[in-house]
């Protein structure tokens, strides 16, 4: 079995961990270690028509954020690696000075001093030196750095094209096999029509 730890601060971008997990839940080697912040859950209920119940539903495990004796809080709890999605500058701050206040950042640090995956999209615009700095700091220590950027050359046509592709991305980051996005092939020359094109 895979354990990978899914954690939801308060940055805006709940949709992109709700999807995740909803992803996740197809795989049967998987199991979800899921941890929320309080502003994580304000955040949900203010950005979707989802309870924070559902949510955790979604989850083969739930921990409260201020519970630092959980689980995933160890590092000999193995697991695959850790998604924080979305992360706010504030965790990621944490993250980055090893100030492990609570549980997603502890359980962020033991993912980097572990030597496993810890992707994290950071969500914020526009961004000041300091935001800059401590995602350069993140992505020194180990950490992938996942903004949640949109994609146009897959010609999204809904909301649900743009969240999946960075879900997509995420899974292709974890080896995880995907069917969300398809794999590039590369550009196709257009042909012109009218009257000099043929």
């Known amino acids: 079995m895979t354990r990978l730890v899914v954690a939801i601060t308060g940055a805006t971008g709940s949709v992109f961990g709700i999807r995740l997990l909803e992803v996740l839940r197809g795989y049967r080697e998987v199991e979800t270690h899921l941890v929320m912040s309080r502003p994580g859950k304000r955040t949900i209920v203010e950005e979707t028509e989802w ?3 559902d949510v955790e539903a979604l989850a083969d495990h739930r921990y409260d954020n201020n519970d630092i004796g959980a689980a995933i809080a160890s590092g000999s ?13 504030k965790t990621a701050a944490a993250v980055a000075a090893c100030h492990s206040e609570n549980l997603i950042a502890r359980a962020a640090d033991v993912t980097l001093k572990e030597g496993r995956p810890l992707i994290m999209l950071v969500r914020e615009t526009p961004l000041h030196v300091g935001h800059l700095k ?14 949640p950027m949109p994609a146009f050359y897959n010609r999204p046509k809904e909301l649900d094209d743009i969240v999946n592709h960075t ?3 995420v899974l292709d980051r974890l080896n995880l096999p995907q069917t969300l996005v398809a794999e590039w092939k590369g550009t196709h020359r257009r042909v012109p029509t009218g009257p000099l094109g043929g």
């Open 51 to 53: 309870t924070v119940a």
């Open 167 to 169: 879900v997509a991305r």
């Open 77 to 89: 709890f193995r697991t695959a690696g850790m998604i924080i999605a979305p992360c706010s500058v």
């Open 134 to 147: 401590v995602m350069l700091a993140l992505a020194e220590m180990g950490a992938v750095v996942l903004p």
